[in-house]
Nanobody, 124 residues
Framework: VQLQASGGGLVQAGGSLRLSCAASGRTFSSTVMGWFRQAPGKEREFVAAIRWSGGSAFYADYSVKGRFTISRDNGKNTVYLQMNSLKPEDTAVYYC?????????????????WGQGTQVTVSS
């Protein structure tokens, strides 16, 4: 499975960005895609995850819930992360990841394939 993330950039606080993650290779419908992020000097943290089948989603805690929305387009094998009301603390490299099991989880170790990351910088 190959994952290609895109859509990052520089945005002012309060602005929006939409990240995309295109999956190719041997993917299956009963799997989960997730977004994680890693800020400088910090550990990688979970942001959101979605099931390919059915589309049920799971978000991190209060830090992103209500501002970020994860969605998928099965026909395009692409997962999106719509980020609104961005804050400087959202600045990080964002990674998409593939979990071969149909399990919504925040545990990075459950995801076996990772994209290359896309930089999101939010200026104050």
């Amino acid at each position: 499975v190959q994952l290609q993330a895109s859509g990052g950039g520089l945005v002012q606080a309060g602005g929006s960005l939409r990240l995309s993650c295109a999956a190719s290779g041997r993917t299956f419908s009963s799997t989960v895609m997730g977004w994680f992020r890693q800020a400088p000097g910090k550990e990688r943290e979970f942001v959101a995850a979605i099931r390919w089948s059915g589309g049920s989603a799971f978000y991190a805690d209060y830090s992103v819930k209500g501002r970020f929305t994860i969605s998928r387009d099965n026909g395009k094998n692409t997962v999106y992360l719509q980020m609104n009301s961005l804050k400087p603390e959202d600045t990080a490299v964002y990674y998409c990841a593939y979990n071969p099991r149909d399990l919504l989880t925040r545990v990075a170790g459950q995801y076996t394939f990772w994209g290359q990351g896309t930089q999101v910088t939010v200026s104050s």
